[in-house]
């Protein structure tokens, strides 16, 4: 069974940047491809990033590319995902996954932290 805990939400303006954390216990981490999703009021959970086991891999949905970018540590069982130029539609609960491929299908996910907001005002 694997933990993951979000860090580094938080209330920032647009343009601001803002490095969000993820530390994970109780398994092989370097095992399992991790990602960020992320959910909206009254809206759908969305891909946001995914990286492979070995962390030289990256995906990202079209609107996050250029200003996210998602890396993984695999000694310190850690993933991050920096985001830049942040815009108040950005304004979600990001959450942390692993699994065993990268989809932009929330059931691929075995494991799933419990969320950080974020929150962007113009």
């Known amino acids: 069974q694997v933990q993951l805990v979000e860090s580094g939400g938080g209330s920032v303006q647009a343009g601001d940047s803002l490095r969000l954390s993820c530390a994970a216990s109780?398994?092989?981490?370097?095992?399992?491809?991790m990602g960020w999703f992320r959910q909206a009021p009254g809206k759908e959970r969305e891909f946001v990033a995914g990286i492979n086991r070995g962390g030289d891999t990256t995906y990202y949905t079209d609107s996050m590319k250029g200003r996210f970018t998602i890396s993984r540590d695999n000694a310190k069982n850690t993933v991050c995902l920096q985001m830049n130029s942040l815009k108040p539609e950005d304004t979600a609960v990001y959450y942390c996954v692993a699994g065993r491929s990268v989809s932009a299908r929330p059931g691929t996910y075995d494991y799933w932290g419990q969320g950080t907001q974020v929150t962007v005002s113009s």
């Open positions: 109780g398994g092989t981490f370097s095992r399992y491809v």
